[in-house]
């Protein structure tokens, strides 16, 4: 092909494409217009994750009547003017670029009417062309409605997710710039209903309950801002959790700094690391951090979505990050308690903690551990050959119970460890899956139906997760608001809390890629399982944990929960004998 000049619409269309990847991506551009407008309440609608309408209404300082259509020529823009303005950036928005995008790739509606004009505008914009400009009754602010994004490029059009995934997107935006600013009122409405609303008084705080719930908002720690000398023109405030709350993945650790989202691998990093040790393996805490740092020493200006930036001395930031969230972390966490756990089941102090256990009422199994094993000579414990036939497990004698977590118990080659955790959750995971695939779940009514306050992101999670859980027996549905009422349970999980297990579904769920349908259940029922097994620390007696084990042999895969992580080890009697030099 011969060297042509594209035409502006190719042109435009494709710059478009590095401002605008999905539905999102609008909202963001429109939201950001809207604060740097001076807006204080920012209300934004969504229709058909976004496909169909995303209309951001703000009451910000308009835009005059004679400037509306220059809003939209590419690198228009009324907040900077040199390159030099770039050093002090303030504004989220500075390329000029965001309204042209949006225009070249969907159908735009702009509202809008200064403080000093009788009469608001109306103007159209589709695909690049600028349309009528007309007179109109308008308050004080804008409106931006986006509708068809798309339209007109099918390549992009065919890479949207489903309806539920970019509303997702959405919602997390939403509930990022509310975070980001606790003092302007946000409100999102999806498909004709509210699903998120911040109160606008400032208080992060209260965000952070409207986004994560009570339960959650409430295991947060407010950083202290300790400074230090050589980084302390860089200031860190926000929330951060404690180290018993986390989840399954990083989505959580959202970071402003100087008022704009970034998405830092190496601040993400800054603030794990703080957690060091603290957390369970791969899990991730949650933190809403705001970083402040002198103008000149960002440079903004990096990539079109502006949500990376590059700082003057980066070593300085992410110290004074991870020093902030440690201190918070020192200062406020309770500190577990360490001890030496020979120590503790050792002559005397066995004694006395063997007499605390009686009196606190424990139940033999609690202090079998100690107790030597009795075995009758004329008893094996085990057939020759050991019985492969059922689920591959040997045949196993329970002897007690170690830390309230693990089985401790004797099969064919040695001593074998049964985390109680994991192995209930197989059990659980497998019966469940075999009733759902029989059409024959067994649930649990409960008495009187619950009613569960759920987060938006969560609400969201339902309504695609809906069919799935009532076919496992969860009946849920949706009581107006982001409330839901649950029916029943499945009986497998009787014995519940339904509102930890329900939430905890969710949050599970919303974290993960989409699955395929016919991995749905399985994900549904592995995460419900999660929730509903025996806890660690929970005293089982030897029935209970003998009935485990018989469960655990008859299981398909009963060497691994239905997460992956083993549910039985071996210390095997060859290792045994070399530890003690009897070989
Ligand atoms: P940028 O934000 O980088 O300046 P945009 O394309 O997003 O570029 O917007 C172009 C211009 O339109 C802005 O500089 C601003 O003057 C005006 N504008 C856009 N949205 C709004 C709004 N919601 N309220 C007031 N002015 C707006
Ligand atoms: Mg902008």
């Known amino acids: 092909m011969p060297i042509r000049l594209l035409t502006d619409e190719v042109a435009a269309k494709i710059a478009a494409g590095e401002v605008i990847e999905r539905p999102a991506s609008v909202v963001k551009e429109l939201i950001e217009n809207a604060?740097?407008?001076?807006?204080?309440?920012?209300?934004?609608?969504?229709?058909?994750?976004?496909?169909?309408?995303?209309?951001?209404?703000?009451?910000?300082?308009?835009?005059?009547?004679?400037?509306?259509?220059?809003?939209?020529?590419?690198?228009?823009?009324?907040?900077?003017?040199?390159?030099?303005?770039?050093?002090?950036?303030?504004?989220?928005?500075?390329r000029g670029e965001a309204l042209a995008s949006v225009a070249a790739v969907s159908r735009v509606t702009l509202l809008t009417r200064t403080d000093g004009e009788e009469v608001g505008t109306r103007?159209?914009?589709?695909?690049?062309?600028?349309?009528?400009?007309?007179?109109?009754?308008?308050?004080?602010?804008?409106?931006?409605?986006?509708?068809?994004?798309?339209?007109?490029?099918?390549?992009?059009?065919?890479?949207?997710?489903?309806?539920?995934?970019?509303?997702?997107?959405?919602?997390r935006l939403v509930t990022r710039y509310a975070m980001a600013y606790p003092h302007l009122r946000f409100s999102l409405e999806n498909d004709d209903r509210l699903t998120f609303h911040s109160p606008g008084n400032g208080s992060?705080?209260?965000?952070?309950?409207?986004?994560?719930?009570?339960?959650?908002?409430?295991?947060?720690?407010?950083?202290?801002?300790?400074?230090?000398?050589?980084?302390?023109?860089?200031?860190?405030?926000?929330?951060?959790?404690?180290?018993?709350?986390?989840?399954?993945?990083?989505?959580?650790?959202?970071?402003?700094?100087?008022?704009?989202?970034?998405?830092?691998?190496?601040?993400?990093?800054?603030?794990e690391q703080?957690?060091?040790?603290?957390l369970p393996v791969r899990?991730?805490?949650?933190?809403?951090?705001?970083?402040?740092?002198?103008?000149?020493?960002?440079?903004?200006?990096?990539?079109?979505?502006?949500?990376?930036?590059?700082?003057?001395?980066?070593?300085?930031v992410f110290r004074a990050v991870q020093r902030n969230?440690?201190?918070?972390?020192?200062?406020?966490?309770?500190?577990?308690?360490?001890?030496?756990?020979?120590?503790?089941?050792?002559?005397?102090?066995w004694q006395e903690r063997r007499h605390a256990l009686v009196g606190a009422g424990a139940t033999q199994a609690a202090m079998n551990l100690v107790r030597p094993v009795e075995r009758e000579p004329s008893q094996s414990w085990f057939p020759e050959v050991p019985s492969k036939a059922q689920g591959n497990l040997p045949p196993l004698r329970v002897l007690g119970q170690l830390a309230q977590t693990y089985i401790i118990a004797e099969g064919p080659e040695g001593?074998?460890?049964?985390?109680?955790?994991?192995?209930?959750?197989?059990?659980?995971?497998e019966k469940l899956l075999a009733q759902r695939a029989s059409a024959s779940v067994s649930v649990q009514t409960l008495l009187e139906p619950l009613t569960v306050e759920l987060t938006p992101a969560q609400a969201e999670e339902l309504e695609t997760w809906l069919g799935p859980l009532c076919k496992l027996g969860f009946e849920v549905e949706p009581f107006g608001g982001n409330t839901a009422l649950v029916r029943s349970v499945p009986a497998v999980l009787a014995r519940v809390d339904v509102r930890r297990t329900l939430t905890g579904v969710l949050d599970e769920l919303s974290a993960g890629e989409e699955p395929l349908a016919e991995e749905m259940d399985a994900r549904l029922a592995a995460a419900a399982c999660k929730r509903g097994a025996a806890k660690a620390g929970q005293t089982l007696s030897m029935e209970e944990m003998q009935a485990l084990i018989?469960?655990?042999?008859?299981?398909?895969?009963?060497?691994?929960?239905?997460?992956?992580?083993?549910?039985?080890?071996?210390?095997s009697q060859a290792w045994m004998e070399r530890e003690f030099g009897r070989r």
């Open 325 to 349: 969230v440690r201190a918070a972390l020192i200062a406020q966490s309770p500190i577990p308690e360490v001890r030496y756990l020979a120590a503790q089941w050792s002559g005397a102090g």
């Open 274 to 278: 703080a957690y060091r040790a603290l």
């Open 123 to 171: 103007l159209r914009v589709e695909g690049s062309r600028v349309g009528r400009h007309e007179q109109c009754g308008y308050p004080r602010g804008t409106t931006v409605s986006v509708e068809n994004l798309f339209y007109n490029v099918p390549a992009r059009l065919k890479f949207l997710r489903r309806d539920t995934t970019e509303r997702k997107h959405i919602d």
């Open 204 to 271: 992060l705080s209260d965000v952070l309950i409207e986004v994560y719930g009570l339960a959650t908002a409430q295991a947060m720690m407010e950083i202290g801002d300790p400074r230090e000398e050589g980084t302390d023109h860089i200031r860190v405030s926000g929330y951060v959790s404690q180290p018993d709350t986390h989840r399954a993945n990083r989505e959580h650790i959202t970071l402003f700094v100087n008022g704009r989202w970034v998405h830092d691998r190496g601040l993400t990093f800054a603030v």
């Open 550 to 571: 018989t469960r655990l042999e008859r299981a398909t895969s009963p060497r691994t929960c239905p997460h992956g992580r083993p549910t039985i080890i071996l210390l």
């Open 283 to 316: 899990r991730h805490p949650l933190a809403v951090l705001q970083i402040a740092v002198p103008a000149e020493e960002v440079d903004v200006n990096v990539h079109p979505t502006k949500s990376e930036v590059k700082f003057q001395n980066r070593d300085a």
């Open 415 to 429: 001593m074998y460890l049964i985390d109680q955790h994991a192995a209930h959750e197989r059990v659980i995971y």
């Open 35 to 94: 604060i740097d407008a001076g807006a204080t309440l920012i209300h934004v609608e969504v229709r058909k994750g976004g496909r169909r309408l995303m209309r951001v209404a703000d009451d910000g300082c308009g835009i005059p009547a004679a400037e509306v259509e220059l809003a939209f020529a590419r690198h228009a823009t009324s907040k900077l003017q040199t390159i030099d303005d770039l050093t002090h950036i303030t504004t989220l928005g500075f």
